[in-house]
């Protein structure tokens, strides 16, 4: 543990008691006594209290700027990036300065919570205290004031679109994990046999969509989807394409069950950049000798890829696929933005903002959660454990 | 894919001829540009149809503009001025900017910090309380917005005491940055625990043994060590909040001079569902911050969003 030190200039070190120098503060006696308050001292004192009380002020008459303030944005941004970086580090720093005041025993045994402090209390008050929350309302009414036992679990496992909800959940799975994983696979593996400068060209292209948000991509596609009735051009290319084919137009998101998979394609648009992109590194990892061998000993490439490719990269395969597992179990943008759900498209998470945010029933909202934490739990817990290993690796 | 293997062509070891080889070659080739080619043709039909006059979008095709790529009437920007202001895409630009910047930044700081205690300081419960933040990360966002917006907008109370006072922040830019803020806190304690961790302890003991505290240690040596890692963190969270819809949409909701890039792009689908030389042009104003840093910080971006992928 390092103490205070005496030399550097930017700290108060006539305040602070150097830890290695402090007989005249400490005699003898290793407890924390009486004594030890008392050497503290007005002049100490007054900082200790005064420092908070002022950053205290400051951080209110600026929350208070920044929620009530009528300002320019530009305004608010900047005020709201000093308070961001100096405003922080500054709250840091001055929790320092007051712990500095003290004997260095308490000190430094305060020291660590001042850096770990913040984290843990914002972790509690947006992670951990609404978690539980949501497990106690879903137990309660609309407004969350009396108990109803498990109706709105009865609700959430029943309510016919619940049920649509899980049915579209299971085809988004089956489709979305297979489309994104199978084809990130497969253009991994091709682009892993050109020169260097298309495989960084092609990876590009098919990595780019990654950057964009789920609803920028749900009005890229809804343009493709675009219907007209029929004698009038057709301005989206999936009609163009169809009616061209000899066909009547057709009102392609309304389509039960394929409205699903039209849906399911804008994500496997966005996503399979990135497993490609995990993919190919681990292929790159696959040793050259192994595969020299192989195709020495008469290999053809398909057995080469299915026989030593896949069995060396399995663990990546299986942090791609989960990570997919994830993301589809939650998604929400897509759907929502495209058909809000109608028609058939509906999926876990759109009934439970529908529930929460649009009927304000509290309770069948938590329950929804509930259930969505339910099924996302053992897919995470896989995930984050492959994920560590995968870092203690490196 | 290593050049040897490429050049190597005494075959005779191998069974495939030289021809084969080169076919294979091809085939390669052209399933790649045939997917390539199938995944750009989405975005360039949106740029293309967003520079396109209003009644000639909804007349022909966006590919028919190949046969008069030369012809000024093809093409205008009345779109991009319309979406920007008449229907406040540049208002939610700025927005999105306020929430983003502060909304990258706080989480960084306050991980940072914590991220050193984790790593180089010694104190009761530090395992069991790292092992807590890094599970935190499989608490999916929907488990905690509906008791988020209660406190919002009426504060909490336990047995009638209230504990956190109705502070009103539904609709403020505060909430949003609080809420992303914490919602960012886990992956981000995670990455940089594990990069500063892994830190030479030598560094560490001879700024102790100069007489560094651990403030000054962490100021001017941890923090600059760290840059790689805070940048890739920082490129992936600037992006998941630029992108983000769902905790936009319950905490900023409805108040539309606060609303950010991707909600009045959604409310434009809802209201102006036809009119798609708004809709492409909005789409493509939403687009453009990521994929400038896409193509400027390409190298950080994918190590951002690898590291990312794990994020509830």
Redesign the interface.
């Known amino acids: 543990?390092?103490?205070?030190?005496?030399?550097?200039p930017d700290?108060d070190s006539d305040q602070s008691p150097p830890s290695d120098s402090g007989p005249t503060e400490r005699v003898g006696t290793e407890e924390v006594t009486g004594r030890d308050w008392l050497a503290i001292g007005p002049i100490r004192f007054l900082v200790a209290v005064g420092i908070p009380a002022i950053g205290f002020m400051v951080l209110w008459w600026v929350?208070k700027f920044?929620?009530d303030s009528e300002a320019n944005?530009?305004l608010?941004?900047a005020v709201?990036?000093v308070?961001?970086?100096i405003g922080?580090?500054g709250l840091?720093?001055g929790m320092?300065v007051v712990n500095?005041t003290f004997p260095s025993r308490i000190g430094e045994?305060v020291?660590?919570?001042i850096?770990?402090g913040?984290?843990?209390a914002?972790?509690s008050?947006?992670?951990?205290?609404?978690?539980v929350?949501?497990f106690w309302?879903s137990f309660l009414d609309q407004n969350?004031e009396s108990f109803v036992g498990l109706d709105n679990y009865i609700f959430a496992l029943t309510d016919e679109k619940m049920l649509t909800a899980f049915r579209n959940t299971v085809i988004w799975l089956v489709l979305g994990t297979t489309l994104t994983v199978g084809?990130g696979l497969t253009?991994a593996s091709?682009?892993?046999?050109?020169?260097p400068r298309?495989?960084k060209?092609?990876k590009?292209?098919?990595?780019?969509?990654?950057?964009?948000?789920?609803?920028?991509a749900?009005?890229?596609?809804?343009?493709?989807y675009?219907f007209r009735p029929s004698g009038r051009?057709?301005?989206?290319?999936l009609n163009?394409i169809w009616t061209w084919l000899g066909n009547e137009p057709v009102f392609w998101l309304r389509q039960q069950p394929w409205n699903t998979v039209l849906l399911i394609i804008v994500l496997v648009?966005l996503q399979?950049g990135?497993s490609m992109?995990?993919l190919s590194a681990a292929i790159?990892g696959v040793p050259?000798d192994i595969l020299?061998a192989a195709?020495?000993d008469?290999a053809?490439?398909l057995q080469v890829f299915w026989r030593i490719v896949i069995p060396t990269i399995k663990s990546t395969i299986v942090v791609v696929t989960t990570?997919m597992i994830?993301l589809i179990l939650?998604v929400?943008?897509i759907v929502?933005?495209?058909t809000s759900g109608e028609f058939g498209t509906d999926v876990i998470?759109t009934n439970?903002?529908r529930q929460?945010?649009r009927f304000f029933d509290?309770g069948r909202?938590?329950a929804?959660?509930?259930v969505?934490?339910i099924v996302?739990?053992p897919v995470?817990?896989l995930?984050?454990r492959r994920?560590?290993e995968e870092?203690a690796m490196r | 894919m290593s050049l040897g293997y490429e050049l190597d062509m005494d075959a005779e070891s191998r069974p495939k001829t030289f021809v084969e080889r080169l076919l294979d070659q091809w085939i390669v080739k052209l399933v790649v540009i045939v997917i390539a080619v199938l995944w750009l043709v989405p975005t360039v039909g949106l740029l293309v149809s967003s520079f396109r006059p209003a009644d000639a979008i909804s007349t022909s095709g966006w590919w028919t503009v190949f046969d008069k790529l030369l012809d000024a009437r093809t093409w205008t920007v009345e779109n991009y001025r319309q979406v920007m202001d008449a229907d406040g895409m540049w208002n939610a630009f700025l927005n999105s900017l306020a929430v983003t910047i502060p909304a990258t930044v706080i989480p960084i700081t306050i991980a940072a910090f914590a991220a050193y205690a984790f790593a180089w300081m010694d104190f009761r419960g530090r395992q069991i309380l790292f092992v807590v933040v890094v599970g935190l990360m499989v608490v999916p966002l929907q488990m905690t917005l509906i008791p988020l917006l209660n406190i919002y907008t009426g504060g909490a109370e336990i047995f009638g005491i209230p504990i956190i006072p109705d502070l009103d922040l539904s609709g403020t830019y505060m909430g949003v940055w609080l809420a992303h803020t914490g919602f960012g806190l886990p992956l981000a304690i995670y990455l940089l625990r594990n990069y500063i961790g892994s830190l030479p302890r030598s560094i560490m003991e001879s700024a102790s043994i100069d007489g560094a505290s651990h403030f000054q240690t962490f100021i001017r040596l941890v923090v600059p060590l760290s840059v790689p890692a805070i940048a890739s963190f920082a490129i992936f969270q600037f992006l998941w909040v630029w992108n983000d819809f769902l905790v936009a949409l319950v905490f900023l909701g409805g108040t539309s001079d606060v609303s950010v890039v991707t909600i009045r792009l959604a409310e434009l689908v809802g209201s102006r569902g036809q009119d798609w030389q708004v809709l492409t042009a909005g789409a493509f104003v939403t687009m453009v911050l990521p994929l400038t840093v896409f193509f400027g910080l390409q190298r950080y971006f994918v190590r951002g969003l690898t590291a990312g992928s794990v994020k509830g």
């Not at chain 1, 749900?218 to 493709?224: A, D, K, P």
């Not at chain 1, 051009?233 to 290319?237: E, F, N, R, T």
Request: net charge positive; hydrophobic share 60%; proline share 6%.
């Open positions: 543990m390092t103490g205070q030190p005496p030399v550097l700290t929350f920044l929620r944005r530009i608010i941004v709201a990036m308070v961001g970086v922080i580090f840091y720093w320092d500095n045994r020291r660590p919570w850096f770990v913040p984290a843990l914002i972790l008050l947006y992670l951990v205290w609404p978690a929350r949501t309302l969350g084809l253009v091709l682009v892993d046999r050109l020169k298309p495989e060209v092609a590009s292209i098919i990595f780019v969509p990654m950057a964009i948000s789920f609803v920028g749900s009005v890229v596609w809804g343009f493709i675009t051009p057709q301005i989206g290319l163009a648009w399979t990135f992109v995990i790159k050259e020299e195709r020495i008469g053809a490439e990570t994830i939650k929400f943008d929502w933005v495209m998470a439970m903002i929460a945010f509290d909202g938590a929804i959660a509930v969505l934490l996302v739990i995470m817990v995930n984050v994920f560590r870092e």
